[in-house]
């Protein structure tokens, strides 16, 4: 595997659900980000993690709970969504070099459908 | 803060067609400015950067020119092509370089043949 991935590709799930979105990277990155993409707002920056360490939670509602193990791997852990939390939600990565310019790199994605 | 302006969507252009796509920003210091693209189904790529004034990002027929003074970086393509058709975000990196990047909202571009 190489880049960022993310699974599953596909989720659909009722509103009493629990489930979990999981991203990896493989390019050796020391920040993680969830984003969100709906029609309504292009892309919405949820979490970061700097390091493992959560450093920004932009009023994200308390049904979405990240979890950051280690440098590599990101979790989305989804409990009684709303229907309006149906999206496309991204996984990106990067590289913080202190006062460089860096690159975000992106997983392709998971299209949630909560029903 | 920082933030990033760019022209709406959706923009359609026949093939062969110029295409650009305006983005202008507000940032304190010297940020750095780049281009994503977002193919149907995916996520978002990396198109194009550039890192201090007058900089000429470019890539895969793709320019933008890092513009200090009317605080710029538009999109231009010569001639567009089918394939082109995706989602397009123009993005910053403070000039600290350890905050998130700062995304437009993305301009939609169709091209027909």
């Known amino acids: 595997e190489t880049g960022v991935t993310q699974t599953p590709r596909h989720l659909v799930m009722g509103m009493t659900n629990k489930k979990s979105l999981k991203c990896e990277q493989h390019?050796?990155?020391?920040?993680m980000y969830w984003y969100k993409q709906s029609a309504k707002k292009p892309l919405e920056l949820m979490f970061v993690y700097n390091f493992k360490e959560q450093t920004e939670n932009n009023s994200v509602p308390s049904r979405f709970s990240p979890e950051c193990p280690n440098s590599s791997h990101l979790f989305l852990h989804l409990h009684t969504l709303q229907p309006e939390d149906s999206a496309l939600y991204l996984c990106?990565?990067?590289?913080?070099?202190?006062?460089?310019?860096?690159?975000?790199?992106f997983g392709p994605g998971t299209r949630l459908t909560v029903t | 803060g920082n933030s990033v302006t760019q022209m709406e969507g959706p923009v359609t252009l026949s093939e062969e067609a110029f295409l650009t796509i305006n983005c202008t920003y507000t940032a304190t210091g010297y940020p750095s400015l780049f281009w994503y693209v977002q193919y149907p189904g995916e996520g978002l790529q990396l198109l194009l950067k550039a890192t201090k004034a007058d900089d000429k990002g470019s890539n895969k027929g793709f320019e933008a020119t890092y513009r200090k003074e009317t605080t710029s970086f538009h999109l231009e393509k010569g001639s567009v092509q089918v394939s082109d058709s995706a989602v397009y975000f123009c993005a910053l990196s403070a000039s600290s370089g350890n905050t998130p990047l700062v995304f437009g909202k993305g301009t939609r571009l169709s091209v027909i043949a």
């Open positions: 390019l050796g990155h020391n920040a």
């Open positions: 990106a990565s990067s590289q913080l070099r202190g006062g460089d310019p860096y690159e975000q790199y």
